[in-house]
Nanobody
Framework: QVQPVESGGGLVQAGGSLRLSCLAS????????MGWYRQAPGRQRELVAM???????NVIDSVKGRFIISKDNAKNTVYLQMNNLKPEDTAVYYC????WGWGSRGQGTQVTVSS
């Protein structure tokens, strides 16, 4: 299984926005729901958002109204639009084909939100 490739992280001030992108293999993209996890030092890893193969999105309560997950089937790409970012959103964000779980994650992209 080819690992997905994330991009789009960076340093942003609180209240700002970033859009993360995840390029996945066509095989993974077509048969697996895709998820965005985040991992911050000293905190438990959490699944922030996921989108099913038919495009149904879901996000956790702490980012509802701020984060939007979407995908472009033609580009095998999943996006995470993050608005009104908060310092507690600081983490490494990983794209994961959920059919295969955490071990199939990409290299991650760092998101840092300054107060």
């Amino acid at each position: 299984q080819v690992q997905p490739v994330e991009s789009g992280g960076g340093l942003v001030q609180a209240g700002g926005s970033l859009r993360l992108s995840c390029l996945a293999s066509s095989s993974a993209f077509s048969i697996s729901a895709m998820g965005w996890y985040r991992q911050a030092p000293g905190r438990q890893r959490e699944l922030v958002a996921m989108i099913t193969t038919d495009g149904t999105p879901n996000v956790i309560d702490s980012v509802k109204g701020r984060f939007i997950i979407s995908k472009d089937n033609a580009k095998n790409t999943v996006y995470l639009q993050m608005n009104n970012l908060k310092p507690e959103d600081t983490a490494v964000y990983y794209c994961v084909p959920l059919r295969w779980g955490w071990g199939s994650r990409g290299q991650g992209t760092q998101v840092t939100v300054s107060s």
